[in-house]
């Protein structure tokens, strides 16, 4: 509550001092370079300054209709307020500045401080990060924001199977070096980590974002041990960007008061992203996979998966570029998602057979964009998802249409 109060306050001091005067009212300029890197989005973001105003002011909204039904099953029309994010930045003094990220999910159900960190900058190559981060775990976990995607659900495998905008208190160092046509950058962190929510939980299977319900995270550490994450990814302006991710920690409470409880568990997360334009035709191409492994202990049932695996690919062409309703920067896209999760990966000790806890998913999509910071978009959505027996799969089908803007 006092995080929003403190939110409240700086819109009102912002909207009083417009009406002073409207002509100090202006958007900061963005970076066209093209050479800005996923690990670059918490700053590559639409903010509105005022004046003199030390704070900058920013944020997102989405929101949808959807008609999905399982199996012949539906629960008819549904009207979805996704979530609305605030962006509050400073320029704190030379070479120190602050941002946070809070969003608001499902209304008011959940309210998540996704970033709040303070940078310091010694060189390019070599700065200080230091509060609440996200962890660097593939490229939607960093460059999650609505307006900049083409499909209402973020990726199946970023939020059931990776924790999107999984978030922890921490401290770390990243930098960037360009030359020519080329960048390559790098960061890592020591944070607090996951708990042992990873196998104990009610989804009935090895979950990682079963962990974000940890609240005690951004005071506390579960175990007393750091979870490490760190990312390197490479640029060609005209070719793609590509970046690796690895996270590595313990999530179980292995000692308590002295006493030896159990062995160190790890969960290690491999992750490869990468995103290109192809020349001539401007089709965008965005994909991601990750791989997983979880250190379960024998007296846990199969179903909880000791190895996961899971990607989506996003393929999006423009196909009209002019003037539209007096949009005077109009864009209309098509694109297709394609999603594969495997929260099993492996066969069953008894019989050989195997474990099939996976899904499936193609995503058929058109959209208007009115303009560079807004999205309006129509998708069809087709689901296969298997037990873990392997029973004929479900299926889910239907409509999706809603919109996404910055404001």
């Given amino acids: 509550m006092r995080i929003f109060v403190l939110y409240f306050l700086c819109i009102i001091a912002t909207a009083a001092n417009a009406q002073i005067d409207t002509n100090l009212l202006r958007r900061e300029p963005k970076d066209t370079t093209g050479m800005k ?4 989005a918490v700053y590559n ?47 704190i003094g030379h070479r120190l500045k602050f941002l946070s990220e809070i969003e608001f999910e499902d209304g008011t159900k959940e309210i998540n401080i996704e970033f709040a960190a303070l940078d310091m900058e010694i060189t390019p ?17 960093q460059n999650h924001d609505g307006p900049k995607w083409e499909f209402i659900d973020r990726p199946t495998s970023a939020v059931q199977l990776l924790p999107a905008t999984y978030s922890n208190v921490g401290f770390g160092v990243y930098g960037k070096k360009y030359q020519k046509d080329w960048v390559v950058a790098y960061e ?41 994450t760190a990312k390197a990814a490479v640029k060609h302006r005209k070719i793609a960007e590509v970046g690796v991710s690895y996270m590595s920690g313990v999530y179980n409470k292995f000692e308590d008061d002295g006493m030896t409880l159990d062995r160190k568990r ?33 007296t846990y049932s199969q179903q909880y998966g000791r190895r996961q695996q899971g990607g989506f690919a ?35 000790d008894q019989t050989g057979d195997k474990i099939s806890d996976h899904f499936m998913s193609v995503v058929p999509a058109i959209s208007w964009r009115p303009g560079p910071q807004t999205v309006i978009r129509l998708n069809y959505r087709y689901n296969l998802q298997t037990d873990l027996l392997g029973n004929p799969a479900s299926k889910t089908a239907g409509f999706q249409a809603g919109f996404s803007s910055y404001f």
């Fill in 125 to 141: 190559l070599l700065n200080f990060r230091g509060g609440i981060i996200m962890n660097p775990i593939g490229a939607f976990n």
């Fill in 37 to 40: 890197l996923n690990m670059d």
């Fill in 266 to 298: 790890k969960v290690e997360v491999i992750a490869v992203d990468a995103n290109s334009t192809l020349p001539g035709i401007n089709t965008f191409i965005t994909a991601e996979w990750a791989w997983i492994s979880v250190d379960v202990p024998g």
């Fill in 188 to 228: 890592a962190y020591l944070t607090n980590g996951f708990d042992d929510k990873i196998i104990d939980n009610n989804t009935g299977r090895t979950s990682l974002p079963a962990t974000k319900l940890n609240r005690d995270r951004f005071e506390e550490s579960f175990n007393g041990m750091p979870l490490a």
């Fill in 45 to 91: 973001r639409p903010f509105l300054t005022v004046g003199k105003l030390p704070v900058a002011l920013g944020g997102y909204l989405e929101a949808n209709w959807q008609h999905l039904g399982t199996d012949g099953v539906t629960e008819g029309h549904q009207f979805q307020m996704k979530r609305m994010t605030l962006f509050v930045a400073s320029g």
């Fill in 314 to 348: 996003d393929i999006v062409q423009p196909v009209y570029s002019k003037p539209l309703f007096g949009f005077e920067q109009s864009e209309v896209n098509i694109a297709c998602r394609l999603e594969y999760v495997d929260w099993n990966v492996g066969t069953f």
